[in-house]
């Protein structure tokens, strides 16, 4: 079977990583698994032995047929886009109050999967994904880090994030030009932060993230000025990566009482 890299699928073959992953995701009888980017299955058959259910998403027609014949009824398929698929919904409909995410995202559509991901983080209890090691990079950064952005910040709020292992291109057909990165994201856990307005939140990070070369009071112009700031306790000479989430969370609980 031709694999198709048009839409981002570089297949995971390594054994003894795919028996990583699936051991890092805690899986017991009774649980749901919801696998993204199934591909020839390779992770699907471990998941089949060890959880209760399994429904896996695959956007590539041939590869349902193929898991289709592989599995039957062990493995309910859906066959569609993962940004098109309801993720709450879809374990919902299962019966289940909380499933265990498992994927290997495709890389050009990890930052928007990992938001769609978190968004429904009232359904998982734990995430164990493959993503571009860059991208696992940004979404663990610390403030201070050049990489410390709008994905940290969407991250760290919703969940735990722990980076477990690294995979080289070897581990994959056809091998990508990357190296890859395996997290961890407990949506269990107890969150560091505590946040009045999430979506004014993310506002105020995405506003200031568009111009993170500029200080804070010239990024955010428009949106704070130097009173809020000081309310903050935010020097509004610093630049947006250098301010911690709850600095960002100072700064729009000042806002709020404007």
């Known amino acids: ?20 992953i699936v051991e890092a995701a805690q899986i017991e009888k009774e649980d749901l698994v919801v696998e993204i980017g199934p591909g020839r299955g390779a992770l699907t058959g471990l998941l089949v032995e060890r959880a209760g259910q399994v429904v896996a998403i695959e956007i590539d027609g041939a590869l349902c047929d193929l898991l289709s014949d592989r599995f039957g009824s062990q493995v309910k398929i859906v066959s569609d886009d993962v940004r098109r698929v309801n993720l709450p919904a879809l374990v919902e409909t299962s019966k289940s109050e909380k499933a265990i995410l498992v994927g290997n995202l495709p890389y050009h559509i990890t930052g928007a999967l990992i938001r769609q991901i978190t968004d429904a983080r009232r359904v998982w209890k734990r995430a164990v ?4 090691r860059e991208v696992g990079q940004r979404m663990i950064a610390p403030p201070g880090s050049k990489i410390y952005g709008v994905l940290s910040v969407v991250t760290q709020v919703r969940c735990v994030a722990k980076r477990l292992f690294d995979l080289p291109p070897t581990h994959f057909y056809p091998r ?5 990165s395996v997290l961890m994201l407990d949506f269990e856990a107890n969150s560091a932060y505590d946040i009045a307005d999430e979506r004014r939140l993310f506002g105020v990070v995405r506003a200031a993230f568009q111009q993170r070369r500029k200080m804070v009071r010239n990024a955010l112009s428009g949106v704070v000025d ?9 020097d509004g000479r610093a630049r947006p990566e250098t301010i911690s989430i709850d600095g960002f969370e100072r700064i729009c609980r000042a806002l709020a009482v404007r």
């Open 1 to 20: 079977m031709k694999t198709k890299t048009r839409l981002g699928q570089h297949f995971l073959t390594n054994g003894a990583a795919i028996e990583r």
């Open 129 to 132: 994904i493959t993503v571009q």
């Open 176 to 180: 990508p030009k990357v190296h890859s």
């Open 226 to 234: 130097d009173e809020i700031l000081m309310e903050a306790n935010i």
